[in-house]
């Protein structure tokens, strides 16, 4: 049974500052995602991480994948407060309902 | 439309009422979710429909949950008697096949009294 773990769950960082968020997932996952969520609204996609070694950017963010060590990373890079919001990561295992989600990483950049 | 669309976005119950929630996913999306988010917390499963199969009910807290999906298209979520716990936002989301990214709906925060 896959399950998703994130780390921190609660992040507090200064703006301009670069840091890390963690998601290990259990068992075989081919594919990963990361959605974020602002407080009081849903959640929106930012990547989709296809293959082991694949990276992709975004603005300020940056998503990895290591299929082998069953490892992705989002770095976030000279913070600023727009970004603060929760991220949450999802693997996608090979039955039923398909995603499993990450508890989430609640991000406060502060100025 | 262009989204996931969900309603009512507020519901607000009394304790042992049935409520019904709706989500219209969008158009030609074969795999529709429903998820359950807590106060501060992160997305818990119920249910999932895709194309024709059967759905994974695996998720459902209890037999007082159920969920259907008309034509393919629309789904609603019914809750009987709904209990205090019952109260979260309930995110229902679609993707056009299998393991595509989701698209959330802006959900319905659920208050039982």
């Known amino acids: 049974e896959l399950k998703v773990e994130q780390n921190p769950l609660f992040l507090s960082m200064q703006e301009g500052k670069n840091y890390t968020i963690y998601c290990n997932y259990s068992?075989?996952?081919?594919?990963l995602y990361w959605y974020r969520q602002d407080p009081g609204k849903s959640l929106e996609s930012l990547f989709v991480l296809l293959s082991n070694g694949a990276v992709k950017q975004e603005g300020r963010l940056m998503a990895s994948l290591d299929t082998k060590a069953r490892l992705s990373t989002l770095h976030i890079t000279a913070a600023v407060h727009d970004l603060s919001a929760t991220y949450f990561c999802a693997g996608a295992a090979n039955y039923g309902q398909n995603f499993v989600f990450g508890p989430g990483t609640r991000l406060s950049v502060l100025p | 439309g262009a989204g996931v669309s969900q309603s009512p976005s507020n519901k607000v119950t009394e304790k042992g009422k049935d409520v019904e929630l709706r989500c219209d996913p969008i158009s030609g999306h074969t795999a529709l979710y429903w998820y359950r988010q807590s106060l501060g917390q992160g997305l818990e499963f119920l249910i999932y429909f895709q194309g024709n199969s059967a759905p994974d009910k695996s998720g459902l807290p209890s037999d007082r949950f159920s969920a259907e999906r008309t034509g393919g298209s629309v789904s609603t979520l019914t809750i009987q008697r709904t209990q205090q716990e019952d109260s979260a936002v309930y995110l229902c989301?679609?993707?056009?096949?299998?393991?595509?990214?989701?698209?959330f709906g802006s959900g319905t925060q659920l208050s039982v009294l």
């Open positions: 989301a679609s993707s056009f096949i299998v393991r595509e990214k989701l698209f």
């Open positions: 068992t075989t996952s081919d594919r």
